[in-house]
């Protein structure tokens, strides 16, 4: 499979929405968070093969700020879970030159998580490889809204006398700025949906999405999404290669 990839043209960025852990759970009557235990161990294995294949950036969609409205005990169990997965990769994240990264608002997680992942930030902070976007707590609109008021504060602080905004200005202000946009967008347990993630940054990006709910994601879908849009051809409201 690896040979059918064209390494020249590896999506800079991946963004994946990792969907369906419970109902990966529910089928083989386990509780849901035997779902998300067994979803940790995907990301495990596509955090190395996307930093195997020289990836710029991933984008893991971890925790909604929809997601506060599960049971408590769910929440506290995907709390511990993060705290455990973030104290057995941490080591082979360095190791591997990845640089981990949050995305939203995570000053409102527990504190024994944003110790963790405060830890994690400094430990990788030099590294010079794959940026790992964790989004925790995390929503495109509120992104865009913090984005906008301290652009406005900016403005009325600095003075400005004919206030504009323009799409490098927004670009600049957004959790990923300096990062290149995604290319790729993957969802899996076929949901059509963007759910609140990502809305600016996705605007041309490639959208691919698998029946597999997410503990089942491995190596080989990654590639199939990679072998897929190495086929698609972006047009970003152009024309096509035959000027249709
Ligand atoms: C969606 O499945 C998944 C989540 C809300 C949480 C994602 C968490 C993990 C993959 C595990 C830990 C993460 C890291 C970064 C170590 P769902 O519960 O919405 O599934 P359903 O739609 O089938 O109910």
Request: hydrophobic share 40%; net charge positive; aromatic share 6%.
């Amino acid at each position: 499979m690896l040979a059918q990839i064209d390494i020249s043209k590896i999506p800079r960025h991946v963004a994946v929405i990792m969907d369906g852990n419970g109902r990966w759970a529910r089928r083989r009557h386990l509780p849901r968070i035997a779902g998300h235990r067994a979803g940790a161990q995907a990301v495990h294995n596509t955090v190395e093969i996307c930093s195997q294949l020289g990836m710029r950036v991933l984008t893991l969609y971890a925790f909604s700020a929809e997601n506060w409205k599960r049971p408590q005990r769910e929440i506290n169990l995907l709390m511990d879970l993060l705290r455990e997965y973030l104290r057995r990769e941490l080591g082979e994240i360095h190791k591997n030159n990845i640089r981990l990264q949050i995305l939203g608002r995570y000053e409102q997680l527990p504190q024994k998580v944003r110790q963790d992942l405060e830890d994690g930030l400094r430990l990788t902070a030099k590294n010079t490889g794959m940026v790992l976007n964790v989004a925790l707590n995390y929503g495109a609109r509120a992104e865009l809204v913090d984005a906008f008021n301290a652009i406005l504060k900016g403005m009325l602080d600095g003075g400005v006398r004919e206030p504009e905004v323009t799409e490098e200005i927004i670009a600049e202000h957004l959790s990923t700025r300096g990062l290149p946009d995604p290319d790729l967008l993957i969802r899996t347990s076929g949901e059509m949906r963007v759910s609140n993630f990502l809305l600016w940054q996705i605007a041309y990006a490639e959208i691919w999405v698998t029946e597999t709910c997410w503990p089942d994601f491995t190596r080989r879908h990654l590639l199939q999404a990679v072998i897929d849009f190495q086929k698609r051809e972006r047009r970003y409201g152009g024309l096509g290669r035959n000027g249709s």
